[in-house]
């Protein structure tokens, strides 16, 4: 069976690899890779078209001016994806340049079974794109609970839920293990408070919030004395990181590693946070948030265009504002602060975010791992086109 991928990014790629592997496990050595992907993909025997990085572009003016490169890189995949004439392909996020291939291969492969894994977040903005993608995919593969029922209001493709990779990572599965052992009760703080500060896993992100949070945190020090900051950084921003903290008035400790990352956050009384990816990270953990978030010049003009009741995954999937958020003229360090400290003492606003969180824990919790749901996915699409063609 040849089963073709298109990722644009290195979680795509992640997630993609562990779908190969769900299939791996059902069809043996019958499997060949075509198409697009990472070194997790690579490892599972897929030779990528070309390299996914020249994909990885942040923000709408650097999208502009790289478009006839993209161009030529678009209809290269999609001559080579028509040419293998695979029994399914499957896009992985990367919206624009995924579903751009997805509609090119369906035109002339209009039989082949084609599967969205991470379809675009029309729960956040331009819905409209649901229903556009009934004519070029079949199937969407869903990390979020509420999705499902969001495409189906929305007149998209039909979507399951296979569960979040977070939900497996061990140093967190453990952590959720411990909460959910102690029940929905929330734990009296620590001594002495702990903070974890995010500002972020790009360097935009940084650069546009560091000293929002420096500023914050110089607050937050004054009203919780003996307050302890631990910023988890990602490797590649450590010098960055490092000369922006210098500067700060209270400076956190900076720590490296997935390991010292997931000890970080079993310690943490509460967090300020980029929005972002790490705001579910820190409600399957349990700890209580305040996120912020400042877009860049370009996008904030386009701001209008987002429409959306809310930026947050987790408030996503309470459905309600559980998670309070801060963006631009609302980021004030005075409020943030007083935020946090009720957020990291004992309180009502406390009690309120760790039993929101506990609820999201088990909206999200699936017996199935999500390669294996999403595996079963893409083999029963394939046969239900074979059933079609005979």
Known sequence: MKIAFVVGETSSDLLGADLA???????GANLDLVGLGGDALAAEGL?????????????????LGRLPQLYLRL??????????????????????FSHNVARRVRRALPSLPIVNYVPPAVWAHHPGRAAGMRTYVDRAICLFPFE????????????????????????????????DGEGDISLPPKKPPTLLVLPGSRRGEVKRLSEDFARTLAVLSARMPGLRAILPAVPRLKGMIEARVAGWDVKPEIVMGEEAKWEAFAQAD????????????????????????????????????????????PNHIADHPLVPEHFHEFIRPQAIARRLERLMTDTPERQAQVTGFAAI???????????DA??????????RSRERAT
Do not use: K
Not at 272 to 301: I, K, N, Q
Not at 361 to 371: N, T
Not at 374 to 383: F, P
């Open 47 to 63: 030779v990528s078209l070309f390299d996914i990085d020249e994909l990885s572009i942040i923000g709408i003016g650097a999208i």
């Open 148 to 179: 499902q029922d969001v495409y189906r209001r929305l007149g998209g493709p039909p979507a399951s839920y296979v569960g979040h990779p977070l939900m497996r990572q061990p140093q967190l599965s453990a952590i959720m293990a411990r909460l």
């Open 75 to 96: 209809m290269q995949t999609v001559d080579h994806i028509v040419a293998a004439r695979p029994d399914a392909l499957i896009i992985i996020d990367s919206y624009v």
């Open 374 to 383: 999403a595996a079963e996915i893409v083999l029963s699409e394939i046969a």
């Open 361 to 371: 824990r088990r909206a999200m919790a699936v017996e199935s791992a999500p390669g």
């Open 270 to 313: 509460g967090a300020l946070a980029a929005s972002g990816t790490v705001a579910l990270e820190l409600a399957l953990a349990g700890v209580p948030m305040a996120v912020c978030y400042r877009l860049d010049p370009l996008s904030y003009r386009l701001r209008h265009l987002i429409d959306g009741w809310t930026a947050s995954l």
């Open 21 to 27: 592997r769900g299939l791996n496990r059902r069809l």
